[in-house]
């Protein structure tokens, strides 16, 4: 059930915050949740990555569909050296995940330095 | 335990932001770059974009509507033209932010800015240039006047307006792609623009190559590689008009002989900046006598660098004034090739040089005065400061002459061992208002108001070609042009003696021009204007082929429609190999040549003369031609430690075609006599090869081996927002002047009929973003040689079919 939680509070406070800040507000997010929501450091990790990676993961994909991928083949290129837009969504959302995972778990490891 | 996990989980997370958001490791911050809510798939436009808007904004006078029509061109209706300009200001940011401030940042020297130390070398030059002096006199002349600074009030706060909404996500993506900000724009930045656009098409010199090549060659010599007039030039002012006697005899000064024609020394500068000579144009307006409707028909088609948001941008204004309807400069306001209800208008380059160097002697290392006419003259002195992106500034000390900048001294040239330097005499540094002559062109109504609209225009020089709806025709090659004894300018000149300097320039009403000539239309190419009977001493630049088509093609044409005109525009008739063929196929000895060799040498003699694009024998045509320029020319180019500039392809063509012993054939490094026969044999042997390679590779169909691409401006480091391997045909010396990456910028016939007939096509899309489906979406029509039909809009047109958004623009106060 935390699992659960934490993934949808990541995706939605992650969508909040970037409203306002930038890139690294996930890492706030993944600070936030992994500090708040006590599960085992690695369901921390997991959790907030699938949360972050499934939010820049679908939201890239449908701006990116609607724009018939003109964008991201040519960016593709760019990043990955190959015309692959499906490469280049799963390429954000890695590092949105891994940005906010690594957050949630060094958030979890924080957590567990004040707890005696 | 718990604190070396916390520990580790820290720095890692430190490692990200450091990789992910900072420009240390990756070339790319990939965290900010695709970050989903300000990176780049905010750029991604949707396919269904409403581009349809309201907007309230301060500085405009009234309200003003924008009907964007399929093509995503603007229809800006405003009452007040000055609100037009705020318009178009606005819109113009909105579709091309990036590339008006990339191209005015060029023009200040100022690309280390934001692509650090790499640009240092490019930005000295344009500053030793005088280029942001030069923005400074032509701002103080344009903010003289009331009616342009008013329009380039209204134009640099409109685009204000539309910078100050933008937020981080909205910027354009070259800025997330190289990190930075866009900075305000202002009137200096539209003044540095059009000195851009000058050095584009005025900034082309030979002087050093020139004083170099007489040195090492002597005067007879010299004349043959490099003569001022083609044996096969067609003018743009018709052979055998009549010219008036000079204002004034133009002498040398005494003495030039010894110290300007056979100077002692020679001098070596490499100048790594210049810009492409085939920067040109096409333009011819035909009389309504030639015509099927009996209205004239103006076609206008600009060769530039092909590039990506292209130079252009698509538009109309439509005010109480005038309905003016073109393309435009994104950094400019008003239209600059284009129509309007009475007149049309278009531009090529007139190539005449108005560039020379003087060599100055300092008195010392300060560099702080000079010797001029027997004493030491003080130089002014401009600090610029290159501020380098990620290094320390760079500082750069410019002397001022009385000539202009000293452009090349010992500190900025290695090669200039001695206290040598060169001041810089440059039309382009003079004071003028020359958007005055676009503001007042938009406006006119017939030929007086063209000829009033011109004269406010002093460089780059340009051929000014004019129709109207009454009947009437011209062209005037217009710009200041300097008066120049015969030989001035061709070399390095000395900067001691004021009797070297310009004596003035040539008076207007002398420049060449035509208005409704007998012949019934008025053309140019970039051909030089007049022939050897014009009374000036007019050095420069010029095309020859282009000119000989379209002059021979229009004679033989009556009833001519709007078709026939873009057929001539995408005419690709090869009138050189006409010329050449016939010499490469008498001397080529057959009888020496095996299966190979005689099979490319029969493609070409059986080529039908047409660069199309899947012709074979083009391709083999010029690489035979070349191998036998290289043959000829490169053992005597290549005598001396810096080899000399290359001789005009004429030059060869001619030589050949006069005297088959001309003196530059033998191969001077070997000890045999090499005569035509040989070497026309051997040039299609070396060819061979070469043309071998090519057809395994399967690149011998010229549109395949000239691969036309439309590179974005950045080049080679975003080749993916490229368009590469299209397949056009064209080249180098034909109407359609398509080259690999360079070519008709803007393809434009207009039929001064009522109502207007209007067609016309660039090689880009209205959207500068590489995340748009208008990036690039006329590029397959303009490949294809085809045209929009223009939607001349009037106010009755607003709920027309064609029209497919409205943005509108109220005023605040």
Known sequence: MKFLVSIIISALLSYALGLFLPWWSVMIVGLCIGFFIPQKRIMCFLSVFIGVALFWGCFAFFISNANDHILAKRVAVLVIKKSDPMLLVLTTAMIGGISAGVAAFTGRSLAILFKK | ?813
Request: proline fraction near 5%; hydrophobic fraction near 35%.
């Open chain 2, 1 to 813: 335990m718990k604190y070396v996990v916390f520990t580790i989980g820290l720095l890692l997370n430190a490692a990200l932001v450091y990789v992910l958001g900072t420009r240390e490791v990756l070339p790319i911050p990939l965290g900010e770059f695709l970050s989903v809510q300000e990176g780049i798939w905010q750029n991604a436009e949707s396919v269904d974009h409403d581009f349809s808007e309201n907007l309230n904004l301060k500085d405009l006078n009234g309200k003003v509507d924008v009907y964007l029509d399929e093509r995503l061109v603007p229809h800006i209706f405003a009452e007040d033209e000055n609100d037009a300009y705020f318009v178009q200001g606005f819109l113009h940011a909105k579709f091309r932010l990036w590339q008006m401030e990339f191209q005015t940042f060029a023009a200040a020297g100022r690309l280390s800015e934001f692509v650090g130390d790499k640009a240092i070398q490019f930005d000295r030059n344009q500053r030793r240039m005088g280029m942001v002096f030069a923005a400074e006199n032509a701002l103080s002349a344009m903010e003289r006047d009331d009616s342009t600074k008013a329009a380039l009030d209204a134009y640099t706060n409109g685009i204000n307006a539309y910078i100050s909404t933008l937020n981080k996500a909205e910027l354009p993506i070259e800025y997330k792609l190289l990190g930075y900000m866009p900075e305000k724009w202002s009137n200096f930045k539209s003044a540095l623009f059009t000195k851009q656009m000058t050095y584009t098409l005025a900034g082309y010199d030979k002087d050093f190559e020139y004083t170099h090549a007489l040195k090492l060659l002597g005067e007879d010599n010299f004349q043959l590689l490099y003569p001022e007039i083609a044996d096969s030039l067609y003018p743009v002012i018709a052979k055998g008009t009549p010219y008036s006697e000079p204002l004034a005899e133009i002498l040398p000064p005494p003495g030039a002989d010894s110290v300007y024609f056979n100077r002692k020394d020679t001098i070596h500068i490499a100048q790594d900046f210049k810009p492409n000579p085939s920067n040109g144009s096409n333009n011819w307006a035909v009389s309504g006598s030639r015509t099927r409707s009996g209205k004239p028909i103006l076609s206008n088609d600009p060769h530039l660098s092909l590039s990506l948001p292209s130079i252009w941008f698509e538009i109309q204004l439509h005010t109480k004034a005038f309905n003016s309807y073109g393309v435009s400069f994104p950094g400019l306001p008003g239209v600059v090739i284009g129509f309007n209800d009475s007149i049309a208008f278009g531009f090529t380059n007139a190539g005449r040089d108005v560039k020379d160097y003087y060599e100055i002697k300092f008195k010392d290392q300060s560099k702080s005065s000079y010797w001029f006419n027997d004493e030491w003259e003080k130089a002014e002195q401009r600090i610029e400061t290159i501020k380098v992106k990620g290094a320390k500034d760079v500082l750069d000390t410019v002397s001022y002459t009385l000539f202009g900048p000293v452009m090349y001294d010992k500190s900025f040239k290695t090669e200039l061992t001695t206290d040598k330097a060169y001041a810089l005499r440059w039309v382009a540094h003079d004071t003028s208002n020359i958007l005055k002559m676009w503001l007042l062109l938009n406006r006119a109504k017939n030929y007086e108001d063209y000829h009033h609209a011109i004269r406010h225009f002093n460089v780059p020089g340009q051929n000014m070609i004019f129709a109207s709806h009454n009947g009437d025709i011209a062209l005037w090659q217009q710009a200041t042009f300097p008066l120049r004894w015969k030989g001035q300018g061709l070399f390095v000149m000395p900067g001691y003696d004021s009797s070297y300097m310009w004596k003035g320039f040539i008076p207007m009403e002398e420049n060449p021009h035509s208005l409704n000539p007998a012949s019934g239309y008025v053309s140019s190419a970039n051909q030089r204007p007049a022939d050897s009977t014009y009374p000036y001493f007019i050095p420069g630049s010029y095309e020859v082929y282009r000119a000989i088509t379209i002059n021979k093609k229009l004679d033989g044409m009556y009833n001519i429609t709007s078709n026939d005109m873009k057929a001539l525009q995408n005419d690709n008739y090869n009138v050189f190999a006409e010329l050449a063929r016939p010499l490469l196929s008498k001397y080529v000895q057959r009888d020496q040549l095996n299966a190979n060799e005689s099979k490319y040498l029969q493609m070409v003699e059986s080529w039908n003369l047409q660069n199309d694009p899947n012709e074979k024998g083009v391709t083999s045509f010029h690489a035979w031609w070349d191998s036998l320029y290289n043959n000829i020319f490169m053992d005597d180019l290549h005598q001396s430690t810096h080899s000399l500039v290359r001789p005009e392809k004429f030059v060869l063509l001619e030589a050949l075609a006069r005297d088959t012993a001309f003196r530059f054939i033998d191969d001077r490094n070997t000890s045999q006599q090499e005569d035509i026969s040989m070497q026309v044999t051997s040039a299609l042997k070396k060819a061979t090869s070469y043309l071998t390679e090519l057809e395994k590779e399967d690149k011998l169909e010229w549109a395949k081996f000239k691969n036309t691409t439309v590179y974005h401006l950045l080049k080679t480091s975003t080749l993916p927002f490229a368009r590469s391997g299209i397949m056009n045909g064209g080249g180098n010396g034909i109407v359609n002047a398509t080259q690999h990456d360079h070519g008709p910028s803007w393809r434009m016939v207009i039929e001064m009929t009522h109502p207007i007939h209007a067609y016309a096509v660039y090689p880009g899309g209205q959207s500068g973003n590489p995340g748009s489906k208008f990036y690039d979406n006329f590029i397959d029509t303009w490949a294809k040689g085809e045209y929009f039909n223009l939607f001349y809009m009037h106010t009755e047109d607003t709920n027309a079919d064609q029209v497919k958004w409205k943005m509108s623009f109220n005023p605040v106060l």
